[in-house]
């Protein structure tokens, strides 16, 4: 098992950046894969993200393509959220998520293929 706990979100211009991080505990951070969703009032959570188990290959939600980046190190055991020119529109709470791979899949971009979830920690961008 691996527990997931979300920092770095806060209150932001729009254009602005933040770097959300992401601590696991438990054993063999390396063994998972990594995922960023987000989730707005009313709306459904939304994928942002997914990094592989070594950090070398990534896939984006077109609507954050260009503008945010994974990274992971899992020496350290975090993963992060590097964001950048933000937008009204990515105001959300963001979660971190995990899960193994299954031989063959390389990227999980829906909710429900994730088996363990952070917290959350909100982001708020202002127009």
């Known amino acids: 098992q691996v527990q997931l706990v979300e920092s770095g979100g806060g209150l932001v211009q729009t254009g602005g950046s933040l770097r959300l991080s992401c601590a696991a505990s438990?054993?063999?951070?390396?063994?998972?894969?990594m995922g960023w969703f987000r989730q707005a009032p009313g709306k459904d959570r939304e994928f942002v993200g997914t990094?592989?188990?070594?950090?070398?290959?990534?896939e984006y939600a077109d609507s954050v393509k260009g503008r945010f980046t994974i990274s992971r190190d899992n020496a350290k055991n975090l993963a992060y959220l590097h964001m950048n020119l933000l937008k009204p529109e990515d105001t959300a709470v963001y979660y971190c998520?995990?899960?193994?791979?299954?031989?063959?899949?390389?990227?999980?971009?829906?909710?429900?293929?994730?088996?363990?979830w952070g917290q959350g920690t909100q982001v708020t961008v202002s127009s």
């Open positions: 998520a995990a899960r193994t791979l299954i031989p063959g899949t390389i990227f999980y971009t829906t909710p429900d293929k994730y088996t363990y």
């Open positions: 990094t592989s188990r070594s950090g070398v290959v990534a």
């Open positions: 438990g054993r063999a951070f390396s063994n998972y894969v």
